[in-house]
């Protein structure tokens, strides 16, 4: 993925100048200070290795938590289920209110029931998204179209029910923003710095507001 790729990146890099600071101070300070050099920048090189090698390791249970999720998607025979029943309510949106159907006494209706069901879902992988507990790029590769189209289709769902509980659904919300932000901007680069600021303060703006 393409984080690992950067991370090795990052280590060869730090390697590189570390070692190449250290030989230049060598050849540079007084030869009682060589030894401690020497040490200090062995500890040096064991410390960036070390941080490293954290990273690496938090990269890598990303990358197996989110092949993790696609896999239990795939397996999940009522998420499927919903899911083509969800397709179905696209199909009928302007036979059904999605308003009205996302109040506690339509809970028995069929398309409510998948609609819910679906959300739930993409609300629990957004809030792993948003801990760093899934490698949000592979995702957004896997699955963008899909949760964009539901978060678009199924905005009036969402804000009635967040009538009742403003806390319901805020990370998928959160998601389907980001995501949205990505996708209509990433062919143009010129806007890349604006972007790494956008979704900046997206990653700490106040769950609640983003509704």
Do not use: C
Not at 121 to 127: K, P
Not at 149 to 154: A, P, S, T
């Amino acid at each position: 993925m393409k984080k690992r790729t950067k991370l090795n990146y990052i280590l060869a890099a730090a390697i590189v100048i570390t070692s190449l600071g250290g030989i230049f101070l060598i050849h540079r300070v007084d030869e009682k200070l060589i030894s401690a050099i020497a040490i200090l920048l062995s500890a040096t090189l064991a410390l960036s290795a070390a941080l490293l090698n954290l990273a690496y390791s938090r990269q890598t249970a990303r990358e197996a938590n989110s092949l993790d999720f696609q896999k239990r998607l795939q397996d999940n025979k009522e998420y499927i289920k919903h899911v083509r029943k969800v397709g179905e309510a696209i199909s009928k949106r302007n036979e059904l209110n999605f308003t009205e159907l996302a109040q506690p006494e339509q809970r028995s209706n069929e398309y409510a029931i998948a609609i819910r069901y679906v959300l739930n879902t993409w609300e629990q992988a957004s809030n792993a998204i948003r801990h760093d507990l899934y490698d949000e790029l592979y995702l957004y590769e896997a699955y963008k179209s899909m949760v964009i189209d539901f978060g678009l289709y199924f905005r009036e769902f969402i804000s009635s029910s967040q009538m009742r509980q403003v806390t319901f659904y805020e990370n998928f919300s959160w998601l389907v923003l980001k995501w949205l932000i990505r996708r209509d901007s990433i062919k143009e680069k010129t806007r890349k710095a604006e972007l790494k600021i956008i979704f900046n303060k997206l990653n700490n703006i106040a769950p609640k507001k983003v509704h």
